[in-house]
């Protein structure tokens, strides 16, 4: 689908790049439908609002956050586990909901 409307996948986001796998992105076909019809919207005068919202140093810590492992722990028979922050775990021992220390995790 992508390919039809001129965003080709690519892991390396550039020509030659791997089309599948768990990070691909895309690039831009040249003089493919959706360069042409971004540049028909240029010429037009439609300008796409666009905002960072973090800088660099800023993105490149919350993607390592996001990636860290979480710890979880059952109120009940305080058992441990590890795991991405978010997952919902169930103690299979005591049948409770295990919970992290962290709140902001």
Known sequence: MMKAVGLIPSDTAAPGGKETGQHVSHYIEANGAFDRACAELVKL?????????????????????????????????????WGKPEIKVICGACMEVMETDNPED
């Open 45 to 81: 005068g439609f300008i796409v609002p666009y905002i960072e919202l973090w800088t660099e140093g800023e993105e490149k810590t919350r993607k390592k956050k996001a990636a860290s492992k979480t710890k979880y722990t059952c109120a009940s028979c305080d058992l441990n586990v």
